[in-house]
């Protein structure tokens, strides 16, 4: 029982870190059990194998109001953030459908305390079977950080993503969707850093060998990044445009491979969904 026990407590350690020093905050980590599961599942995803069967996701809203009552989004910009989200998943043979808006007036978890309250929001609302999407005005995480850009479990965990609405826009929602088909940040250090020479990608960083290698801090604001160096004077150019990489106004696409290993989570890990 103590190896467990430790394995969790250095997993959660490493997590608290990186989400220090990220400039994002994404409060996605992983854990024990999908660490495990990578290492004794590993899948290689270098060929275009996508299923020509698409897949129909249905997704449930759950919108929480603010102390004034306000919702804080409207209906056309949900409505553009699943179509952009379409879009984006479109060459994966994945899509979704909006099904149900819960407009819920309570307004405790428009504040949502992560991880404090996240087992009380699954016991009042969350419903199995089908995708949870709940929309917050805030993320305030046991750090003292606000305004992270969500949390999502990863295939194995629940079917749930929780998104700061200002995060609905433009890709945000692609990038924890892209977490909950068992993606991981390009930045990963937990299987150990990727080099950039990418000699040992199918082993570390994000476990894919077409997204380069990235640096866990932004190196500079904006779209310009400034070129990194190594440790070892090996300079590498971050991936910026990546949907999972750590530089959120600039992501806009995922590769070959990204999309491969979520049309597979879709058809093995994901599959029980509606």
């Keep these: 029982m103590k190896a467990p026990l430790f394995f969790n407590l250095f997993l959660l350690i490493t997590s608290i870190i990186s989400q220090s020093v990220s ?3 994404c409060l996605t980590a992983i854990d024990s059990a999908r660490y495990q599961y990578e290492l004794a599942n590993p899948q290689s995803f270098k060929l275009h194998s996508i299923d020509q069967n698409k ?5 449930r809203v759950f919108l929480f109001a603010d102390k004034n009552g306000d919702y804080g989004i409207t209906d056309l910009v949900i409505a553009e953030s699943f179509s952009q989200l379409n879009t984006d998943f479109l060459p994966a043979g994945i899509s ?3 099904t149900q808006t819960d407009s819920i007036e309570y307004c405790q978890y428009s504040q949502f305390a992560f991880p404090d309250e996240l087992r009380e929001l699954k016991v009042l609302y969350y419903k199995a079977g089908i995708i949870n999407l709940f929309l917050v005005d805030e993320i305030t995480s046991s750090l ?5 850009e969500g949390y999502t479990e990863y295939p194995g965990g629940d079917d749930l993503i929780i998104i700061p609405k200002d995060f609905m826009a433009d890709h945000g929602l692609s990038h924890q969707m892209g977490h909950f088909f068992g993606l991981y940040h390009t930045w990963e250090t937990i299987f150990g850093t990727e080099l950039p020479d990418s000699s040992n990608c199918p082993t ?3 476990r894919l060998c077409d997204t380069p290698a990235d640096s866990i801090v932004p190196i500079s604001t904006g779209c310009n ?3 990194a160096t190594w440790p070892n004077g090996v300079g590498f150019a971050p991936p910026i445009s990546n949907q999972m990489s750590n530089w ?3 992501r806009c696409r995922f590769t070959i491979q990204q999309y491969n290993k979520m049309a597979w989570e879709s058809r093995v ?3 029980y969904l509606w």
Excluded at 144 to 148: D, H, I, T
């Design 269 to 271: 890990t994901r599959k």
């Design 225 to 227: 990044p400034t070129l």
């Design 55 to 59: 897949r129909v996701f249905h997704i």
């Design 248 to 250: 959120p106004d600039c």
């Design 23 to 25: 400039a994002q905050n």
């Design 96 to 98: 979704f459908e909006l």
């Design 144 to 148: 003292g950080n606000p305004l992270n």
């Design 204 to 206: 570390a960083g994000d």
